[in-house]
């Protein structure tokens, strides 16, 4: 049976979405990550404190600008999460067959 990677980490369906794009991008500054999930620019915050604490991301330099920080998969996390993201997307698969008529 297909893993859920939400009961397996510990984390919200946002905080999910966040760590989604972090490992199909390798990297995103809070900006891009705020954006993408549609979350204010405090609540990506709390999020990316709430998953660096959980330990699957962390914060580093921007090399495009050094003012700025982007955030990134730990070694252990991107160990992980590409499986735990691959399952989930063969479970969905299987879930949307499911649900098509039988040729008639």
């Known amino acids: 049976m297909p ?13 999910m979405k966040c760590l989604d794009i ?3 991008r390798g990297s995103a500054s809070p900006t891009q990550l705020a954006t993408l999930t549609g979350l204010s620019t405090g609540a990506t915050t ?3 404190d709430r ?6 991301i962390m914060r580093r330099s921007n090399p495009n600008d050094r003012r700025g920080k982007i955030v990134v998969l730990t070694e252990r996390a991107k160990g992980r999460l590409p499986a735990l993201f691959e399952s989930l997307a063969a479970a969905m698969q299987e879930f949307a067959w499911s649900y098509q008529c039988p040729p008639g």
Do not use: S
């Open 46 to 48: 709390a999020m990316i």
């Open 3 to 15: 893993l859920a990677p939400q009961p397996i980490l510990g984390v919200n369906v946002t905080d």
């Open 22 to 24: 972090i490992t199909l």
């Open 51 to 56: 998953l660096e604490h959980r330990k699957p």
